[in-house]
């Protein structure tokens, strides 16, 4: 069997695990809020198995795929162990070799290729950085990945977050790009901006690359090569808690599990332990591997921002009464999450950890 016949056999083979239960459908975010079948797993891998069938493909096929914030709610509920995030990345990526992609995706493309990210932003992406710029040390054993969102649109989390890590032998890639991310999930390949990237970590000779964005941490783990570790910024925090200098703040919180560092990773203990060092932590109703998702990921907060917003609105309709602040630790949670409600704060995990340093 030729590597490309293996590779559309055991997609096939994806697609079959789907015994049709239809138990999806109670956990989907986005059918929750469309009800259209081919908005929920069980619909999008019906189209995936019509497309390897030979049906054409028009916009409803691409809504179909496209919508779908692969925040894995239906493979953790799934009694038959199909795994449709995957699948559908798969799909996304087979239409897209045939240049059938939404014009959404077309210019996100071309975002990351012309600009180096997904933002179209031209300014320095290190501008945060300041006078501090004599930071960037060219070997360290630990690099901060501030990640495009962070850089951009939350400049004060990225100023904040290398603050604290520089004291631990962390330094910046000198030249950071996308991480591909945006590209990968929407079915691009990212080669060359991953490239980039790696060869930049391997020059400074780092073991570990620390994020603070989800979508960031879940493409270093699953699509660079693993000659480097990688830690989420809550992890790196809960392992130095001590060192913090930490002083209790008398507030209460509730925490948002981004996706992509929860139930793909199952990090969930570290923001806590993290959160629980500083203040009171009073749960959301649903968390850890059952949280449901802010409704930003897998681009569809880029191409279907109104569906986007509506799912972050849900979730937050799951904040308990009586907290201070929304804390997660994702930039594109947190940028979505205050679209759905914005009488309540959200805020970024390290910005907590903050105020409780200041009180020293
Ligand atoms: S994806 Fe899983 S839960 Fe959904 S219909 Fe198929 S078998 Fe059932
Ligand atoms: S990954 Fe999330 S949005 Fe996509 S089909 Fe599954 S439950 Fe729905």
Not at 3 to 15: A, F, G, N, V, W
Not at 149 to 171: G, H, N, Q, W
């Amino acid at each position: 069997m030729t590597e490309s016949e293996d590779k559309s056999d055991s997609y096939l083979r994806s697609i079959l695990k789907c015994v049709r239960c239809g138990t999806c459908r109670s956990v989907c975010p986005v059918f929750d809020e469309l009800g259209w079948e081919s908005s929920g797993a069980r619909g999008r891998i019906l189209v995936a198995h019509a497309l390897s069938q030979g049906m054409d493909v028009d916009s409803d096929v691409l809504n179909s795929l496209n919508t779908c914030t692969t925040c894995g709610l239906c493979e953790q509920n799934c009694p038959s162990g199909a795994k449709p995030p995957d699948v559908i990345e798969d799909t996304r990526r087979q239409l897209v070799l045939k240049n059938k992609m939404t014009d959404k995706q077309a210019e996100l493309r071309e975002n990351v290729t012309k600009y180096g990210n997904p933002l179209a932003e031209t300014s320095d992406r290190y501008s945060w950085l300041g006078q501090d710029s004599a930071d960037i040390k060219s070997r360290a054993e630990y690099v901060f990945f501030v990640g495009c969102l962070e850089s951009y649109r939350y400049p004060e989390v990225a100023k904040t977050t290398f603050d604290i890590l520089k004291k631990f032998d962390v330094t910046l890639l000198p030249n950071e790009h996308c991480c591909g991310s945006p590209l990968l999930r929407t079915g691009f390949e990212a080669d060359d901006v991953t490239e980039e990237n790696i060869e930049q970590i391997r020059k400074i000779g780092a073991h570990t690359v620390i994020t603070g964005c989800a979508g960031c941490y879940t493409t270093f783990k699953n699509d660079y090569p693993d000659e480097f570790n990688v830690k989420h910024v809550s992890e790196f925090l809960a392992d130095h808690i001590d060192e913090l200098g930490l002083k209790p703040l008398d507030i209460t919180v509730t925490y948002h599990d981004p996706c992509h560092i929860g139930r793909k990773h199952g990090i969930y203990e570290a923001p806590r332990k993290v959160i629980k060092a500083i203040c009171n932590l009073k749960e959301m109703k649903t968390v850890r591997e059952n949280a449901r998702c802010c409704g930003g990921g897998g681009g569809v907060l880029s191409g279907y921002p109104e569906l986007s917003h509506s799912i972050a609105e849900t979730r937050m309709t799951e904040v308990p009464e009586g907290v201070d602040y929304v804390v997660t630790s994702c930039p594109l949670c947190r940028r979505n999450l205050s679209q759905g409600n914005k009488n309540i704060s959200v805020i970024d995990l390290i910005e907590l950890v903050a105020l409780a340093m200041k009180q020293n």
